[in-house]
């Protein structure tokens, strides 16, 4: 019993070793866990979040995973400008452009876990309602 006991715990550790010279596993069979809200390649999560002429964003509230990068995408249907503002939570403030009818992205990731205001930051945007908040899990 002991013997065989060993062997499986041989025989684990190997496998370990195993999957970890193929680098991250990504093409072993592990595919079944739940993935967070967002998808994407490495981890990055994707979020969009549009804004036009109506003075908001859409949607109001982002959860995403602690420490994990982000790559947030300003999708502007509108004529004026609007930007994704975020300046706690972050190592460095996030600010992503858009100008009317443009599409921006930039990444980021949110350190440690809570709930942080993001906003445009174009002059009277925010006041008027274009501000919203992203938690991290
Ligand atoms: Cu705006």
Known sequence: MQRRVFAFISLLAAMLVLSACTGGGAT???TSSP????????GVQQVTVTVG???SFEPTSITVGT?????????????MPHDFSLSDGVAQPVHIAASGGQTTSDTFTIDYPG????DCSMPG????????????Q
């Open 67 to 79: 420490g994990q990068p982000v790559q947030l995408t300003l999708r502007n249907t509108g004529l």
């Open 35 to 42: 993935a967070p809200a967002a998808s994407g390649s490495n």
């Open 125 to 136: 945007h925010a006041s008027a309602g274009m501000r919203g908040t992203i938690s991290a």
């Open 28 to 30: 072993t069979g592990t």
């Open 53 to 55: 002429n109506s003075m």
């Open 115 to 118: 709930t942080y205001a993001f």
